[in-house]
């Protein structure tokens, strides 16, 4: 998914879908938390610290570990 607004830049794409295309993947994510550029990037610090939060919670629950 790419939002519609350009906040997070396109440029990846080509190389995701060719993981998808060539590549023995099903799926492909990107994460902007790994990258350290969240904060950076102006996400506010509240809706960082929710989204780690809410996403720890989910990886428990499910047993993965996404970031």
């Known amino acids: 998914m790419l939002h519609p607004d350009y906040q997070y830049?396109?440029?990846l794409l080509p190389?995701?879908?060719?993981?998808?295309?060539d590549g023995?993947?099903?799926v492909v994510l990107g994460?902007?938390?790994l990258g350290g550029s969240a904060?950076?990037?102006g996400m506010p610090r509240y809706k960082y610290v929710a989204n780690r939060l809410l996403t720890a919670?989910?990886?428990w629950l499910a047993g993965a570990k996404l970031s």
Request: charged residues 15%; without cysteine; glycine residues 10%.
């Open 39 to 41: 904060l950076a990037g």
């Open 31 to 33: 994460s902007r938390i």
């Open 15 to 21: 190389a995701m879908l060719g993981l998808l295309t």
């Open 57 to 59: 919670t989910q990886n």
């Open 9 to 11: 830049t396109p440029k």
């Open 24 to 26: 023995p993947f099903d």
